[in-house]
C-alpha cells in the first residue's frame, strides 16, 4: 500500500477534524503510514489569523498520538503557504521546528487567495492562471525552506472553468521553468489525488506535468489525498500506481526528519 503525506485536522483553520479519527481511517484503508500538514498561511488578509498554526499544541498532540500508536508510524509536517514578503517567517519556522515534512504551496497571490471568484474578475481564465504559476515560479526563486511544492496547479480547482479548458501544453513554457528550479534546488513535487475529489478528472497536477517531471530528471515525489476529514483519507489512491508508472516512476518518497525515503510503488 502507499503513505498519505498531506493531510489536515483542526490545528488548520479549514478543517474540523480530529486527528485520532484521521489515523483510524488511515489504518482502516490499510495505508503504511501518514504524515500530518497543518496549514501556516503568514499574512493571510482574506480571513486574518485563520491559519496561524499554533505549532506547539500541534506538535503535542501528533506526539500523543503516536505514542498511542506505537505500531503505525505517524510523522508530522506543515504546510506552508508561500508569499515571497512572508519567505522570512516560513523559513524561520521551518528551522525552529524538527518537522519531518515540509510542504510549500502557493495558496494566494497579491494577497489574494486564488479559491475566491474575485482573483479571476476582469481578465481571462488564461491570465489569472498564468499569473498563478508566475507567482509560483517566484516562490521556487526565493528563499523559502520547504521539501515539496505542493499541488502546483493548485488554481484550477477554482477557476471559472476549473480545468475545462487547461492544459499542461498551454502553459508548458512557465511549467517546465518552475519545474526545473524545482529540481535543481533538489527539492520534489507531489501527487495531490484531491483533483478527483474536486471533479477534475485529474490529480494536482495533471498526468501530464508528473511525467514532464520525470523526463526533466524529477525524483522526488510523494503521495497526498489533502483530506480535511476522514472520508478523505487516501482518496483515490487505487488511481496513484497507475498514474505514476504511466508518468515514467517506480518509486514515491515520504520525508522523515526532513531527509527522502524512496518506496517501490506496489
Known sequence: MLWDTHMHCNFSGDSQADPADMVTEARAKGLLGICFTDHM??????TPGEFDLDVDSYRDRIQTLQEENPDFPILW??????????????T???????FDFIIGSSHCVRNIDVYYPNFYEGRSEDDAYREYFEAVLANVNGPSDYDVYGHIDYVVRYGPNKN?????????????????????????????????????????????ILRRYRELGGEI???????HKPEHVAYAFDKVPDILKAAGFRYYTVFQKREPQFIELP
Open 41 to 46: 498561511d503568514y499574512d493571510y488578509r482574506e
Open 77 to 90: 509536517g506543515v504546510e506552508l503557504g508561500l508569499q515571497p514578503h512572508t519567505a522570512d517567517k516560513n
Open 92 to 98: 524561520a519556522l521551518a528551522q525552529r521546528y524538527p
Open 164 to 208: 475545462a479548458f487547461y492544459s499542461y501544453t498551454k502553459f508548458a513554457d512557465i511549467l517546465d521553468e518552475i519545474l526545473r528550479r524545482i529540481i535543481a534546488q533538489g527539492k520534489g513535487i507531489e501527487i495531490n489525488t484531491a483533483g478527483f475529489k474536486y471533479g477534475l478528472g485529474h490529480p494536482n497536477p495533471t498526468e501530464d
Open 221 to 227: 515525489l510523494t503521495i497526498g489525498a489533502d483530506a
